[in-house]
């Protein structure tokens, strides 16, 4: 375009491009990168089982159809399978490479998300459902709580695990004025705590937070149980094994809880 100013023709100056600041990457990006850490402890994944298999008893009783809900690569269904054997364990999770790894372990996997319209399965068609440490990544762990019970049966079984804010060593922690261990501040390095790898965590609970929180969802909360953290330096394990005895101190928290 051309203006003239008295009797002198001159050019507008282009405007310069404006430059967006890049967008961070979604959490769904963060989750579908192969070297973001999706496994969890044997021995986690084994007191889980135990739990999950003397609430549904033996499959001579009757085979049972288990959500295993954020399945990940399928590590804690293969050591749940010797307990669970007879039982449909189906892992569902949105990550295509987790699922793909999980087909190892697992006699069926699903593609499904508890955000976008839920999980795809009927309301009522699960008899139980393992939620394993994945409460702790969600932006909306309610409405989440919400879809697991409209897809479990009436007096379903959940059985959901996640890291301890108040584990024994955060206590000292947070004395000394360190960041608690599980917390993250950032999806791109950890920052004033132990450890080095990030894995996402948003939220973190109390054994009684916990507990309330499973409750004023709909359920009825059995027991709350605890389990070691396959993280902790070798030298503590022994201690953290011990301090399973007293749940709210443990590393990992381990619920079940019944649809009421």
Known sequence: MTAVTGTTPHTEEPTPPTHEPARPPHLRD?????AVPVASGDARS??????????????TRGARVVLDIGCGDGSAARVAAPLLAGHRVVG????QDALRRAGGHLPYVVRGELGDGGLPFAAGSADAVLFS???EHLVDPDSALDELRRVLRPGGHLMLSTPNLAAWYNRGLLLAG????????????????????????????????LREFVAASGFDVVKVA???????????????????????AASILLLHARKA
């Open 178 to 209: 360190v960041q608690p261990v599980f917390s993250e501040v950032s999806l791109r390095g950890i920052h004033g705590r132990p450890g080095r790898e990030v894995v996402g965590h948003l939220r973190l609970y109390t054994a009684r937070a």
């Open 226 to 248: 605890g389990a070691p953290f396959h993280g902790v330096p070798r030298p503590l394990r022994a201690l953290d094994r011990l301090a399973c005895a007293v749940p709210g």
């Open 133 to 135: 440490e994945v409460i």
């Open 30 to 34: 963060f989750y579908e990168n192969p």
């Open 46 to 59: 084994l007191r889980q089982a135990r739990m999950l298999a003397d609430a549904l008893g033996p499959a």
């Open 92 to 95: 569902v999770d949105w990550s």
